[in-house]
């Protein structure tokens, strides 16, 4: 349906791409959290609970991704090993381009590091 908007905040939205993306990789987080994270995009504990930064809500789509898969990422591998980077790669395959744009635009980063 073209030019039709959603009734959901961009927060909700936001939510409802991570859960999209979290059933696509068969991952389970305990909860996922959209609030304020000065700093970073995201983050995800020990606990299986993901947070993502409220502003990443007005993000371009491709950069949602790359952030939300990252993070979901985590409950699966906790560093950035080569298992994370190579399903990085297989599932948002442009992500260092992604990752060095953030960069330069921002002084956030994605994860935890």
Not at 23 to 42: D, N
Not at 58 to 79: A, P, T
Request: proline content about 4%.
């Amino acid at each position: 349906m073209r030019g039709t908007r959603s009734s959901l905040y961009p927060e909700q939205q936001l939510r409802r791409r991570a859960m999209g993306w979290a059933v696509k990789l068969k991952l389970r987080p305990q909860r996922v959290l959209v609030e304020r994270l000065p700093g970073k995009w995201g983050s995800c504990a020990p606990d299986g609970v993901v947070t993502f930064a409220e502003d990443l809500a007005n993000e371009g789509k491709d950069f949602q991704d790359y952030v939300i898969v990252h993070e979901l990422l985590h409950l699966r591998y906790r560093d950035h090993g080569k298992q994370f980077k190579a399903m990085m790669t297989a599932v948002v395959p442009n992500w260092r381009e992604l990752e060095q744009a953030s960069r330069h635009s921002t002084e956030r980063q994605a994860g935890t590091d």
